[in-house]
């Protein structure tokens, strides 16, 4: 089973800015939703790791949790078969561990907390620590 590979993660100060990149084969990337979550030290278990962006495959819709909103970027390289994380004024609060993965297809014209699509069954990747140090 293809497993995403995630990378750019790192110890950070307070306010910096860093770029997670997703990469994964063509067969697991074109034409599916994807999104970027993220679990935090005290989160132990799969299910509760946070949603905080998501895009179309086409890159037509995104969505944003609120606690990143403004803040954090989600594009996409569909030739690259990568999807990127840009996440500005970055907080201690935004320490976790960062996954993507791909998302369940969705007719929706707009994406909500109420209706963004959930994640595919699959394998995660080994994800990418960021630690946000004040």
């Known amino acids: 089973q293809v497993r995403p590979v995630e990378s750019g993660g790192r110890l950070v100060q307070v306010g910096e800015s860093l770029r997670l990149s997703c990469a994964t084969s063509?067969?697991?990337?074109?034409?599916?939703?994807m999104g970027w979550f993220r679990q935090a030290p005290a989160k132990e278990r799969e299910l509760e790791r946070e949603?905080?962006?998501?895009?179309?495959?086409?890159?037509?819709?995104?969505y944003y949790a609120d606690s990143v909103k403004g803040r954090f970027t989600i594009s996409r390289d569909n030739a690259e078969n990568t999807v990127y994380l840009q996440m500005n004024s970055l907080k201690p609060e935004d320490t976790a561990v960062y996954y993507c993965?791909?998302?369940?297809?969705?007719?929706?014209?707009?994406?909500?907390?109420?209706?963004?699509?959930?994640?595919?069954?699959?394998?995660w990747g080994q994800g990418t620590q960021v630690t946000v140090s004040s």
């Open positions: 949603l905080v962006a998501a895009i179309r495959w086409n890159g037509g819709i995104t």
């Open positions: 063509g067969r697991a990337f074109s034409g599916y939703n």
């Open positions: 993965n791909r998302l369940r297809p969705s007719g929706a014209s707009s994406w909500s907390a109420s209706n963004v699509p959930n994640p595919l069954i699959g394998s």
